[in-house]
Nanobody, 119 residues
């Protein structure tokens, strides 16, 4: 069974930084694209950033230049470095990944980690 576990969320003042970590574990053959999404209270879940297995990245306009996504293939882990945080970045952050497990390709989500940015 495959699972994604996020960590690194917390309370930070505006202008501060946080680093989120998402580790995949279980019966993993390989991992394709991985990403981070966020959901603010009362809003839909939105894309933050994605990273392909090739290393190609994609960011939402709202975080470009402030957030950096990266991954460590050997650790089955994806990171999100968040700098210059703003109150509007407050949300539950979820990671996702497309994982080949036992010859099946499936899409997995983590349970989320809360990021709160105070003004």
């Amino acid at each position: 069974q495959v699972q994604l576990v996020e960590s690194g969320g917390g309370l930070v003042q505006a202008g501060g930084s946080l680093r989120l970590v998402c580790a995949a574990s279980g019966s993993i053959d390989s991992i394709g694209a991985m990403g981070w999404y966020r959901q603010a209270p009362g809003k839909q879940r939105d894309l933050v950033a994605t990273i392909e297995s090739s290393g190609i990245t994609n960011y939402s306009d709202s975080v470009k230049g402030r957030f950096t996504i990266s991954r460590d293939a050997a650790k089955n882990t994806v990171y999100l470095q968040m700098n210059s945080l703003k109150p509007e970045d407050t949300a539950v952050y979820y990671c996702d990944a497309y994982i080949h497990s036992l010859s099946l390709l499936m899409h997995y989500w983590g349970k989320g980690t809360l990021v709160t940015v105070s003004s």
